[in-house]
T-cell receptor
Framework: DSGVTQTPKHLITATGQRVTLRCSPR?????VYWYQQSLDQGLQFLIQ???????AKGNILERFSAQQFPDLHSELNLSSLELGDSALYFC??????????????FGPGTRLTVL | AQKITQTQPGMFVQEKEAVTLDCTYD???????LFWYKQPSSGEMIFLIY??????QNATEGRYSLNFQKARKSANLVISASQLGDSAMYFC?????????????FGSGTKLNVKP
């Protein structure tokens, strides 16, 4: 158990809908990362927040947005869902800040299925 | 160009033998970090080992070591004395830059099967 929690574990929804994925980082970690893992695209970095602020952006679609709240939990919002958005969405957390190993600890993931 | 290349989609190794998983990277930034992660069939991502671009010595963590060849831009993972529980997908990743606020790049992964 990495200490990172993600809810829900599974989500099944229809095209055009909007969903919210939630992540609670490990105690003491200030950075939260979101990743998408799909069969055709592999593991893609989406976005990073550090202490409430967006700090790095990857291949995140405009239909997707994220935020980190004052209590450091984060939410990833996916809207106007398409079949291709079906994937495993990981959240990871790390202490953040200084350069170095800054090990990321991954949550168990949310499996999103868009029908 | 791909930032991280893992050329071995799948590998087999006999239990108790050593195995090397290849990873090459592409960056012009002098500061970067290289990471290896393990993803068992259960799906979670597990951090294994880290190598910084300025580190003089190869990183080691238990049975894992990272063969870092900077000039060749390779960061191969060596697993010694393979165990059945090592069967999993292995991902190489890189972060460029001098702080921890840059994009993370992952390779396509290598599926390792350890045979009894």
């Amino acid at each position: 158990d990495s200490g990172v929690t993600q809810t829900p574990k599974h989500l099944i929804t229809a095209t055009g809908q909007r969903v919210t994925l939630r992540c609670s980082p490990r105690s003491g970690d200030l950075s939260v990362y979101w990743y998408q893992q799909s069969l055709d695209q592999g593991l893609q970095f989406l976005i990073q927040y550090y202490n409430g602020e967006e700090r790095a952006k990857g291949n995140i679609l405009e239909r997707f947005s994220a935020q980190q709240f004052p209590d450091l939990h984060s939410e990833l919002n996916l809207s106007s869902l398409e079949l291709g958005d079906s994937a495993l969405y990981f959240c990871a957390s790390s202490v953040g800040g200084t350069f170095g190993t800054d090990t990321q600890y991954f949550g168990p993931g949310t499996r999103l299925t868009v029908l | 160009a791909q930032k991280i290349t893992q050329t071995q989609p799948g590998m087999f190794v006999q239990e108790k033998e050593a195995v090397t998983l290849d990873c090459t990277y592409d960056t012009s930034d002098p500061s970067y970090g290289l990471f290896w992660y393990k993803q068992p069939s259960s799906g979670e991502m597990i951090f294994l080992i880290y190598q910084g671009s300025y580190d003089q010595q190869n990183a080691t963590e238990g049975r894992y070591s990272l063969n870092f060849q900077k000039a060749r831009k390779s960061a191969n993972l060596v697993i010694s004395a393979s165990q059945l529980g090592d069967s999993a997908m292995y991902f190489c990743a890189m972060r460029e830059g001098e702080d921890n606020f840059n994009k993370f790049y992952f390779g396509s992964g290598t599926k390792l099967n350890v045979k009894p």
